[in-house]
């Protein structure tokens, strides 16, 4: 199946991606386009858009607080995993404008996904350059929530 969001993606726009192919869609291919491209890229591609203004996989206040694209998905896949839960919890505090239970983890998901938007050549490299931090945080959030991994400091 083909997606299609924004370019220039930073945090919610490469999250996304790496939650589609890790927990609905493995072949899944990505088109990232220009703003005002979406909803017709989503019509001409037969693409199912994401983290852009106005579609149901977007950004949406539920309950009194911002939840992002990534909420969106994990909620419409009805996705449980206590991990993935938890993992939203840290994107949703770099991505959103406001949260009410911040997570530390947050502000260095956000300084991270920006860095890596400076050196990545195009959003696919991107990608490329965060999905192993995103499987990095995935297992930290398993260990949080008691699903496995190791949980003592590293050096």
Not at 13 to 35: H, Q, S, Y
Not at 86 to 109: F, N, Y
Not at 111 to 124: N, Q, V
Request: with cysteine; proline share 5%.
């Amino acid at each position: 199946m083909k997606w299609v969001t924004r370019e220039k993606a930073k945090v919610d726009r490469i999250a996304c991606p790496w939650l589609i192919t890790r927990f609905v869609d493995p072949a899944a291919e990505f088109l990232f386009v220009a703003k005002d491209e979406v909803q017709e890229t989503a019509a001409k591609e037969n693409a199912i858009p994401f983290d852009a203004p106005g579609v149901e996989l977007g950004h949406h206040m539920v309950d009194d607080e911002e939840q992002v694209s990534f909420d969106a998905i994990v909620r419409k896949y009805r996705l449980t995993d206590p991990a993935l839960l938890d993992l939203a919890e840290i994107v949703r505090t770099a991505d959103a404008k406001s949260v009410t239970r911040a997570r530390p983890e947050g502000a260095g998901l956000a300084a991270a996904a920006a860095g890596f938007r400076l050196i990545a050549k195009d959003d696919h490299d991107n990608m490329r350059l965060q999905f192993p931090l995103y499987d990095a945080l995935y297992g930290y959030c398993r260990a949080r929530v008691g699903q496995g991994g190791k949980t003592e400091n590293r050096p």
